[in-house]
């Protein structure tokens, strides 16, 4: 059967953009865009690539995700495994495969990448702390989720193409949310929806974009994001501070009661409290929308 595409629309993208027309037009309205030549004056942007990783970082013992489904085996952000940085890379150049690295300092672990980079005068209140990297393999994806402090992002991509399809929170009522997470039901392909089992999906509007090395994706608070390495690469990103108390009081509530409250659970009750979960996505969306089954 034919399966119909979500409604989906290319997010705008900008050449190069001032301080004050990515406030006014992006930041303020809180709406998505690529630049695509915000960093092209970072070292990093002539000098990153998986090569240079592999020869700066192999030594380093990187934790590794793949795709398999949540379980109560896990804590939250819990790491599959580890692997030398030097092996997970040749194992990206091999070909596809699951792996992926997510949120790794590896600034820290390696301080001269830290002179590659520097944080743009955009007007973001960035966090100044190391920023975060992510990479992944051909074909690795990370299921549709936002982030647990409420961020303002700017992702930026390096070595290859990334697919990236976003949501604005004010979609969360459609996307299927787990309660007591920050995730979409990890069944549901974005790319490709089954509306037959999850037919409030067809009310979402997102937007969707493809980055390539040295693009920029501004991200808005809150806003769901789903990735997908259409070729080996990885990816940087800066946070900045929540624009208003409201979604500052949600980070706060995310990072002290939610998180911990999940992770009692999955201790107490296992992979109960996994299936509880996940049946009341659809439980709650489909009582919401009138949606009988």
Not at 35 to 53: F, G, H, Q
Not at 79 to 103: C, Q, S, W
């Amino acid at each position: 059967m034919k399966k119909d595409k979500m409604k989906l629309t290319q997010i705008p993208r900008e050449k190069t953009i001032s301080k004050e027309d990515f406030r006014r037009k992006y930041v303020q309205p809180q709406k998505p865009v690529v630049i695509e030549k915000l960093i092209e004056d970072w070292p990093a942007y002539k000098k990153w690539d998986l090569d240079y990783i592999e020869k700066i970082a192999g030594d380093k013992t990187v934790p590794l995700y793949d795709d398999r489904p949540i379980s109560s085996k896990y804590k939250f952000n819990e790491p599959h495994t580890h692997m030398k940085m030097a092996d997970y890379i040749e194992l990206l150049k091999a070909g596809p495969t699951n792996y992926r690295v997510f949120l790794y300092n590896l600034l820290k672990e390696s301080p001269g990448l830290q002179k590659d980079f520097r944080y743009p005068d955009i007007g973001l209140r960035f966090l100044k702390q190391l920023p975060m990297l992510f990479f992944g393999g051909e074909n690795s994806s990370v299921f549709m989720h936002y982030d647990i402090d409420y961020a303002n992002i700017l992702h930026f991509h390096f070595h290859g193409k990334k697919q990236c399809i976003l949501f604005p929170p004010s979609e969360s009522k459609h996307l299927y949310k787990v309660p007591h997470a920050l995730i979409a039901r990890e069944d549901i392909d974005f790319d490709n929806p089954d509306y037959q089992k999850f037919p409030v999906l067809k009310k979402a509007k997102g937007y969707i974009t493809e980055l390539k090395h040295g693009e920029t994706l501004y991200m808005p608070e809150g806003y769901w994001h789903h990735m997908t390495y259409l070729t080996a690469g990885f990816s940087m990103s800066l946070r900045a501070t929540p624009r208003t108390l409201t979604n500052f009081s949600k980070a706060v509530y995310n990072l002290i009661f939610m998180r911990h409250f999940d992770n009692y659970m999955r201790k107490l009750r296992g992979q109960k409290w996994i299936d509880y979960k996940n049946e009341q996505a659809i439980k709650r969306t489909h009582k919401k929308h009138e949606v009988s089954r």
